[in-house]
Nanobody
């Protein structure tokens, strides 16, 4: 199993970025996936998650209405569209996957349970 990320970078406050995570070596319907982020000096947090096979979706309160998950089960791709970005969104973003039947709620609250991780994409929101 491999998760390959793309996207990220520097954006001004109020701007948008799109992160992409393409999985290989697994059947999307058997996995739950999510996006996590870690800011300097802070704990890793789940921000946007999909339950197994994309059956459910959950978002952290701080990103609701601004971030959107977009997935394609046939290419095992999970994108994160980030709009109206704020300084507080600055962090390294990573996608992750777990082979299990779990809800999106569980994924976002249990980063330590994830089996596979992407390489991380830095996102900096600043002027």
């Amino acid at each position: 199993v491999q998760l390959v990320q793309s996207g990220g970078g520097l954006v001004q406050p109020g701007g948008s970025l799109r992160l992409s995570c393409v999985g290989s070596g697994f059947n999307f319907d058997d996995y739950a996936m999510g996006w996590f982020r870690q800011a300097p000096g802070k704990a890793r947090e789940g921000i946007a998650c999909l339950g197994t096979g994309g059956t459910t979706a959950d978002y952290r309160d701080s990103v609701k209405g601004r971030f959107t998950l977009d997935y394609d089960r046939y290419t095992s791709t999970v994108d994160l569209q980030m709009d109206n970005l704020e300084h507080e969104d600055t962090a390294t973003y990573s996608c992750a996957a777990i082979k299990a039947i779990v809800s999106s709620w569980f994924i976002c609250r249990n980063a330590s349970a994830m089996h596979f991780w992407g390489e991380g994409s830095p996102v900096t929101v600043g002027s």
